[in-house]
């Protein structure tokens, strides 16, 4: 049973989503004939809220679209989802944020122009102050300026808010940004960038190991079918995938992400919340799409599967 309603701030990138689905993604020079196209609400920001959303959750959205057709579009997306916007600004001088998702057999390759998201300031997000009063988890991810996800974690703290760091797209970070950071959860590759290329060919114990040494922080590593690998309060663990039939791994970070923050924002602990997003990113892989594929929170708690061995 919900324990309270999880209050969650994403502040984040808003995309458009360009999917073409083909059985083979062309090399350099190559044309290929694709078997599908579609235009999904997405970006990492956006994704994240919706998610929240559909899991139970209030959820305020910080971000910028473009004065393009795409912007009203993804503001009309996120308020039928339940999402607030009073803090979504539209830059008439940008366009809304594109990304150009490649599909083959349930893998993508994505290309990102961030348009509007670059507009997302310090100062904008100084006037969205006041939703942090109250609220429980602040989710930022790397879709906008670096400057802007440091203000972000510092506001939050200051307000005695909890900071999920999704670092995607992997970026190096500067080390100031760690003391305002209580859960860091990149995947595989991004654990790698964070702690330099060095350390590429480490075991999975020895990245979490310089991970945890550089952000002091709790550390959730996502591992797709291999599940996730943690070190929380101290305490070291695993947690499984579970079996599905993948179908488009698109979003499956950000739901997951999405479903720690609702799971831990209603004072579940994080292993708990762990296994909760288990679920969700498996639902989300489960279909095609970024925004189209998020389950809802009857979808999550009707879900039985088994775990992959």
């Known amino acids: 049973m919900q324990k309270k309603t999880a ?31 579609v235009m999904i609400p997405g970006g990492k920001g956006a994704n994240q ?23 009203k579009q993804m503001l009309e997306q996120l308020t039928n989802e339940g999402v607030g916007t009073s803090y979504v600004l539209v830059d008439p001088q940008q366009t809304t944020g594109v990304a150009l998702i490649q ?25 969205a102050k006041d939703v942090f009063v109250g609220a429980d988890i602040l989710l930022v991810q790397l879709e906008i300026p670096q400057e802007t996800v440091m203000y972000a974690v510092q506001l939050a703290k200051s307000h ?7 670092p995607a797209p992997a ?21 790698v960038i964070l702690t330099s290329e060095q350390i590429a060919g480490s075991d999975q ?16 590593i996502t591992q797709g079918e291999k599940g996730v690998s943690y070190h929380l309060n101290g305490v070291e663990g695993s947690y499984p995938a579970y079996r599905v039939n993948v179908v488009d791994t698109t979003a499956a970070g950000d739901s997951f992400n ?11 602990t994080l292993e708990q919340s762990i296994a909760f997003a288990a679920k969700v990113g498996a639902l989300t892989v489960s279909s095609f799409g970024a925004q189209t594929s998020l389950p809802t929170r009857q979808e999550v708690e009707s879900f039985e599967g088994s775990f992959n061995k």
């Open 103 to 127: 599909v083959q057999d349930g893998e993508n390759r994505i290309t990102v122009v961030p348009g509007a998201n670059a507009s997302v300031t310090p100062a904008h997000v100084e006037r």
């Open 160 to 166: 005695g808010v909890k900071v999920i760091l999704n």
């Open 49 to 71: 809220a919706v998610a929240a959303a559909r899991l139970g959750a209030q959820v305020e959205m910080v971000g910028c679209v473009g004065g393009d057709p795409f912007g």
């Open 205 to 220: 114990a020895g990245i979490m190991n310089e991970l945890r040494s550089l952000t002091k922080t709790d550390v959730i």
């Open 258 to 268: 999405a479903a720690l923050a609702v799971w831990h924002g209603e004072s579940y």
């Open 171 to 191: 970026a190096v970070l500067p080390d100031e940004i760690w003391p305002f950071v209580d859960l860091v959860t990149p995947n595989e590759t991004e654990a």
């Open 7 to 37: 209050k969650i701030i994403v502040v984040g990138s808003i995309n458009i989503d360009l999917v073409v689905k083909s059985e083979h993604i062309p090399v350099a020079g190559e044309t290929v004939t694709g078997q599908e196209f």
